[in-house]
């Protein structure tokens, strides 16, 4: 089945910082998605991004989806930014989320 | 609703008891999903339905496992005969129309069983 890596596992910054967390898959897809995973477990909706780039705020992804990656920028990092963050992809011609393992973000004040 | 809700948030339970966890899609959605967080096995697929179709069940670990979606909008997961190995996050989400033709699925905040 399809592989979807996600680095770095971990990444610890200070508050001020700015991050870049990648998505590598192995298939051609028809949908990713990137998910922000708070402390309570909520797995929040920061992009559907399935080529192309969005902006939303201080976060931007990129996917580019001939060479099959993903990239998450997250710019100016607050202390809520902690959480995991995990990317998903759909390949084509199915409909299930695969996940990757996530990038376990830390921001400290 | 405003979102996907499910319930219960908490179940503990004995080893062999049957368990039932419910979701409720966002309303419109025509597409519900479940799949499961554990520590062991990062989220996984479990089953998907969309409107009348059979269901994907490919992702179902045994058949313990089993799902239902009544109506075309509340689902029911039931595991029976319960392991300790099913003890996870049950995590729902639903779109409108499928993922593979471009619906962004929106999750529910899990039910977390644990299975003494």
């Known amino acids: 089945g399809i592989q979807v890596e996600q680095s770095p596992p971990d990444l610890i910054l200070q508050e001020g910082a700015n991050s870049t967390l990648r998505c590598n898959f192995s298939?051609?897809?028809?949908?990713l998605q990137w998910f922000h995973q708070n402390p309570w477990g909520q797995l929040i909706n920061l992009f559907y991004?399935?080529?192309g780039t969005k902006q939303n705020g201080r976060l931007s992804a990129t996917t580019v989806a001939t060479e099959r990656y993903s990239l998450l920028y997250i710019s100016s990092s607050q202390t809520t930014d902690s959480g995991v963050y995990f990317c998903a992809v759909v390949i084509q011609g199915a409909q299930k989320l695969v996940f990757g393992q996530g990038t376990r973000l830390t921001i400290n004040p | 609703g405003a979102g996907v809700s499910q319930s219960p948030s908490n179940k503990v339970t004995e080893k062999g008891k049957d368990v039932e966890l419910r979701c409720d899609p966002i309303?419109?959605?025509?597409?519900l999903y479940w799949y499961r967080q554990s520590l062991g096995q990062g989220l996984e697929f479990l089953i998907y339905f969309q409107g009348n179709s059979a269901p994907d069940k490919s992702g179902l670990p045994s058949d313990r496992f089993s799902a239902e979606r009544t109506g075309g909008s509340v689902s029911t997961l039931t595991i029976q005969r319960t392991q300790q190995e099913d003890s996870a996050v049950y995590l729902c989400a639903s779109s409108y129309g499928l993922a593979g033709g471009g619906g962004t699925q929106y999750f529910g905040p899990g039910t977390r069983l644990t299975v003494l």
């Open positions: 298939d051609s897809v028809n949908n």
């Open positions: 309303s419109g959605h025509t597409a």
């Open positions: 991004i399935p080529s």
